[in-house]
């Protein structure tokens, strides 16, 4: 056997595009090669509407599916064993892999399950599990055959020239190839719902770009600190981004002096949405990305966000709106950025916080308040005052 391991890696959706599937797979691979770059000598490769990875055996395993498993478009990987697709050949194997697998994990109960993707095989699946459950009890005295409730499901995949044997499906992400779906513009706060609307954007294949606002004094450099932590976070999945920090404080203080107090949320939240506008357009992104969710405070009633969404004409995507917030904290979990959303910084929406914000906002009202102020002269100095990080991934 070759000193180096496979992993079979299984596209989700990509294997369903239709004639885009080449293209599809193309920017999988591309992407796992990158999510790989950090290692050497590893190959990844198409083959049968699968894709391979080989990696020197040194290398340690759990790391190189955490790395694949973040990839967008993975459905599932299962580290297998690699040999010719000759049936002494695999029965042997597969009496190694087990012995390895009694070793490990104590298992005293398999089953075969056989697949033959070549036909021209000479053995059927049903004699192939016959034929390899037979080996391998004779090379595994321990073990025993259970049909019904196996400790292991020992997989044997016979294809062309090489055949593959595993037991685990570690399951991805699933969604589309990074890149296949134009660039976003998230609004990102410190909190816990827009990181999770950036990932499920990129899940899809978005690229993204952020923009966030503070209100320093007001708000700390801590409190800035911290939304760059979640930015790496989700760069962790995304690939590094560019992410624009803009001051919001002379606009906040400007509507203060000459708004209705509880209008102060709605108008800083359409100054958002204006500013991040005009920062999309600027760096190619189409559509702006948000956390909002129906209801979830003063800001998401129906009225607010029909409110909030008149103050642009670029499409404005809210992956999140009609989830629970249990639901959208399970994700966060998930996928890493709640420990850090939960830590107590200020956000910029918290200054000026009025006492009793409307929760039903009349548009006409909203624009005659907000007519008041020079909205395209206040919004280009806002961009001109953008400071730009790249954000690169953060590797724990
Ligand atoms: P989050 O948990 O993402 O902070 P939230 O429930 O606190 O959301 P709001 O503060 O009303 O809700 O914000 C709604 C959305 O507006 C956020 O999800 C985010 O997309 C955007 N947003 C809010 N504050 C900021 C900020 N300081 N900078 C950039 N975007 C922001
Ligand atoms: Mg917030």
């Known amino acids: 056997m070759e000193d180096r391991n496979t992993f079979i890696v299984r596209c989700g959706e990509v294997a369903l595009k239709g004639l885009n599937k080449p293209y599809f797979e193309r920017m999988l691979v591309d992407r796992i090669k990158r999510a790989l770059k950090k290692f050497d000598g590893i190959e990844v490769k198409r083959k049968e509407g699968l894709i391979f990875v080989k990696a020197p055996a040194a290398l340690d395993q759990d790391e190189i599916v955490g790395e694949i498993s973040r990839v967008f478009g993975v459905a599932s990987i299962s580290p297998a064993v690699e040999v010719d697709s000759d049936m002494e050949e695999i029965g042997k194997a597969a009496v190694e892999f087990m012995l390895r697998l ?26 192939i599990a016959r034929n390899i459950g037979a080996q391998v009890l004779i090379g595994c005295k321990v073990l025993k055959v259970d049909v019904h409730n196996p400790d292991c499901l020992l997989f044997v ?94 606009i906040q203080e400007l509507i203060v002096q000459n708004c209705p107090e509880e209008e102060t949320t709605i108008l800083v939240r359409r100054f958002m949405m204006k500013i991040a506008e005009k920062v999309a357009r600027e760096t190619d992104c189409c559509m702006l990305i948000t956390g909002e969710n129906l209801g979830q405070v003063a ?98």
């Open 157 to 250: 995949d016979v294809r062309r020239d090489k055949s593959y044997i595993y037991e685990q499906k570690i399951s991805g992400f699933g969604g589309l190839p990074l890149g296949t779906n134009g660039k976003g513009m998230i609004l990102l706060s410190g909190g816990i719902d827009s990181p999770v609307a950036a990932w499920m954007m990129a899940k899809r294949g978005m690229l993204i770009e952020a923009v966030h606002f503070h209100s320093y004094p007001y708000t700390s450099e801590r409190a800035q600190e911290k939304v760059v932590d979640l930015a790496k976070i989700v760069a962790g999945y995304c690939s590094r981004f560019k992410m624009h920090t803009i001051n919001l404080l002379p």
């Open 102 to 127: 009694i070793e490990k994990k104590g298992v005293k109960t398999f089953k075969v399950d056989a697949k033959r993707a070549d036909k021209s095989f000479p053995v059927k699946s049903p004699d």
């Open 299 to 396: 800001s998401q009633t129906a009225e607010a966000l029909v409110v909030t969404d008149h103050s642009v004409q670029i499409p404005v995507m809210r992956p999140l709106i009609a989830l629970d917030k249990v639901d959208i904290m399970d994700i966060a979990k998930n996928i890493g950025t709640y420990e850090t959303s939960i830590l107590p910084y200020e956000d910029c929406c918290t200054v000026f916080l009025p006492k009793h914000p409307t929760t039903k906002p009349k548009l006409e009202k909203i624009l005659e308040s907000e007519s008041r102020l020079d909205v395209e002269q206040l919004v280009n100095e806002a961009v001109a005052s953008k400071e730009t990080i790249t954000v690169y991934p953060d590797y724990r």
